[in-house]
């Protein structure tokens, strides 16, 4: 796999850059570019942040270790998270996510043998008022069932 952004890529980068009085503020942005664009931050991506953003590997090693966002490993192409603090884990939430790993076999930031199903249980999503709440990769599905969830994976190509 090579490792380069393309160039409107990198002039997405450069605007990133542009908008903070220290360049290296645009690191949060460009590895979220470098996560939708490989999928996960490897040693080697990151690596190249660092050298596109002119920064030691180290600090952005420590960004994105730091942040649960980032993934430090390969995730299923339908990444499932479920909120479990107190307002979900009322509403159903803890049993929405001990079913789904049931249902796949396996556990927290786990993926399935075929890649397709990950899962990840968050401490809180922000929105207690409908809870429970899960993400499908960046979408959002609040008040939701067991059901609902096996049916929202269910369409899922």
């Given at each position: ?35 939708t664009k490989w999928g996960w931050l490897s040693d ?35 990444h499932l998270q479920v909120c479990t603090n107190v ?7 803890d049993d929405i996510f001990e079913n789904m790993k ?56």
């Open positions: 796999m090579e490792l380069l952004f393309s160039t409107e890529e990198l002039g997405k980068i450069e605007e990133y850059k542009s908008k903070y009085p220290q360049p290296k503020a645009a690191i949060m942005p460009v590895l979220w570019m470098a996560q080697d991506v990151m690596r190249y942040v660092g050298e596109v953003l002119d920064l030691p590997t180290a600090h952005v090693m420590g960004v994105a270790t730091f942040y649960t966002m980032y993934f430090k490993k390969p995730m299923g192409s339908h307002s979900c884990m009322l509403k159903g939430g049931k249902k796949y076999g396996i556990g927290h930031n786990e993926t399935t043998a075929d890649g397709k199903i990950s899962i990840e249980e968050v401490e809180c999503m922000g929105a207690c008022g409908g809870a429970p709440m899960i993400a499908i990769n960046e979408d959002f599905h609040e008040n939701v069932t067991f059901e609902q969830v096996e049916t929202l994976l269910a369409s899922l190509a």
